[in-house]
């Protein structure tokens, strides 16, 4: 992982994504590709955004018993992409099989960062207790759920803004932090209910940054992205 910022391609098809990378001159920005894209384009999306010059976040959030994630991850390493990622609540041997999938498809070059996905920013306090039975906090499920894939060998997590001191608190800084659930000031919050600026993520030490609508939907999007590169090196 080489970039602060990911833009969250979150459009329907390779058309309206080129429409507007092109559009806005947004060259060689990093990306996150996304089950809808991804799912509609298939692999070619990557290599046609590797082709443009953009490092890519797939992320396809993958949850499955060890043996079909390891042959999945395996796959997706050829496909020259920054990060992954799998579910953690998925467990450490599915963990394990995923970061084994990436080292054996990248055969030694280009090894794609595996993080794990703590808990959705959707989620908030009262879901995680009552529909997911969980009696731990947010918080201490995300720190939980971080060490446990830390242990089970992957590079980072997906997490919130919220839960990164307390998590780097554990896991140390060198384990990655990327946060979705950024907002611009005066942008929606849509449907994620644990969202933060860039600089709240940055203060409280994540590592990169997953922006979608806030820049997708902004009436300037290309303004929108550097203002929250400004706001992110402040």
Known sequence: MNRPIYLALDFKNWQETE?????????????????ELFYREGPDVVKRL???????????????????????????????????NVHGLGGGEMIQAAK????????????????????????????????LKIQSSVEETVVHLAKLAQDNGADGVVCSAHEVKALKAVCGDQFLAVTPGIRLLNSHSND???????????????????????????????????????????
Do not use: C
Not at 19 to 34: M, S
Not at 68 to 84: E, F, H, P, S, W
Not at 103 to 123: E, F, H, R
Not at 193 to 212: E, H, W
């Open 19 to 35: 429409l507007f990378l092109v559009k806005y001159q947004l060259d060689q920005v990093a990306v996150k590709v996304g089950m």
């Open 50 to 84: 590797r082709d443009r010059g953009h490092e890519v976040f797939l992320d396809i959030k993958l949850h499955d018993i060890p043996t079909t994630i390891y042959k999945a991850m395996k796959n997706i390493a050829k496909l020259d992409v920054a990060l992954t």
């Open 100 to 131: 084994a999938g990436l080292l054996d498809g990248a055969n030694g070059s280009n090894i794609p960062d595996l993080l794990a996905v703590t808990l959705l920013t959707s989620i908030q306090e009262e879901v995680l207790k009552q529909e």
């Open 192 to 234: 994620q209910k644990r969202v933060a600026t860039p600089s709240l993520a940055k203060r409280n030490g994540a590592d990169a940054l997953v922006i979608g609508r806030s820049i997708t939907l902004a009436d300037h999007p290309k303004k929108a992205y550097l203002t929250a590169k400004e706001e992110w090196n402040a």
